[in-house]
């Protein structure tokens, strides 16, 4: 299992931020590729169930998550379920800073086939 955190201020105010990120709009401006919409809500929220597939070298991966845990303006989980990945679990979390938000990413993920090729 590998985990990954990387922070960021972002010079807006947290429920800006929270809205953007919790959105079909904020998660494609975010994420590396490009994603075709299977299923999805307008806003995440718990239990929602997101659904997509995005291409990597030329070869379509399908991705089936689901909203775990959210807590408006705090922080949301999303979780695979099935797929490429025997975990895969990305935290968002935001943080008032005066007018601006530190928004950490946290992702949790392997393969299932050990440390090394996780890694």
């Known amino acids: 299992m590998v985990v990954v955190s990387q922070s960021v201020i972002i010079h807006a105010p947290v429920d800006v931020v929270f809205s953007f990120c919790s959105s079909p709009t904020g998660f494609e401006a975010q994420f590396p590729f490009k994603v075709q919409w299977i299923q999805r809500p307008e806003r995440w929220g718990n239990g929602d169930e997101i659904h997509f597939n995005y291409r990597v070298m030329g070869c379509w991966l399908r991705h089936h998550a689901k909203i775990t845990d959210f807590c408006s303006n705090s922080r949301f989980v999303d979780e695979a379920e099935g797929g490429f990945f025997s975990i895969f679990r990305h935290e968002h979390l935001f943080r008032p800073d005066g ?5 950490t990413d ?12 996780d890694a």
């Open 99 to 103: 007018n601006s938000t530190v928004y």
């Open 106 to 117: 946290t992702v949790t993920v392997s393969i299932g086939l050990g440390r090394i090729l």
